[in-house]
């Protein structure tokens, strides 16, 4: 008997512009919940970009998001797995005395990416 049914996003989920057919996805997952069958997105992306894919059906699935690094289900976080400020800071200065053009990437909750003044942003907020 099948209980759960995962899928990753890219090139399996979504078409090849980054979206899916909702209306046809809604009468899907409305099958499955009468089966007891749970859906999961799982993906590298971020959790909060997969809400926005899946809108008001995110609360109805469960998303392994951050390369399942952030698990959510029915609007709340079940398991997190995060890395500390402090050791993403050693990381970072590590990373500046191997070698003077390693990049780090940080992107807040909304997606936005900081290249410049790194170290200043990743020192005042999550990582």
Same mark, same amino acid.
């Given at each position: ?53 899946? +809108? =008001?059906? /995110? @609360?109805? &699935?469960?998303?392994? +998001? =951050?390369? /399942? @690094?952030? &698990?959510?289900?029915? +609007? ?52």
């Amino acid at each position: 008997m099948i209980k759960l049914i995962l899928t990753d996003l890219d090139g399996t989920f979504l078409n090849s512009k980054g979206s899916f057919n909702q209306p046809r996805f809604t009468k899907v997952l409305s099958a499955l919940t009468e089966k007891k069958i749970a859906f999961a997105a799982v993906t590298g992306k971020q959790t909060e970009r997969v809400e926005e894919l899946f +809108g =008001d059906l /995110a @609360s109805e &699935i469960w998303i392994l +998001g =951050d390369s /399942a @690094s952030r &698990i959510k289900h029915d +609007g709340h976080f079940v398991f997190e797995s995060l890395i500390p400020n402090q050791t993403g800071l050693d990381m970072i200065k590590k990373l500046e005395k191997t070698q003077a053009d390693q990049t780090i990437i940080c992107e807040d909750a909304c997606g936005q990416r900081f290249f410049r003044n790194r170290r200043r942003f990743c020192e005042n907020n999550s990582l």
